[in-house]
């Protein structure tokens, strides 16, 4: 039998941790330059990455990234 910290239990039992694909952390976009722009990798605007707004083949690089 593994004998397991008090505290280690206590955060397990609390603490669901899942991928970000899946859970996406909630997070505060700052405004950008005028020449960047966010895009997305999740849906519903999920998993944001900061991209060149003149990039002419966003979605390749996107389609890469995922």
């Known amino acids: 039998m593994i004998h397991r910290p ?3 239990e206590l955060l397990e039992s609390h ?4 991928p970000s694909h899946i859970s996406p952390p909630k997070l505060e ?3 950008l ?3 960047h722009k966010y895009a ?3 849906d519903g605007k999920a ?3 900061i ?3 003149t990039l002419e083949q966003e979605d390749k ?5 995922k």
């Open 47 to 49: 998993l944001p990455i």
């Open 6 to 8: 008090k505290k280690l």
């Open 61 to 65: 690089l996107i389609r890469l990234l």
């Open 29 to 31: 976009l700052k405004p």
């Open 15 to 18: 603490t669901k941790l899942l």
């Open 40 to 42: 997305y990798l999740g």
């Open 51 to 53: 991209i060149l707004s």
């Open 33 to 35: 330059p005028k020449n």
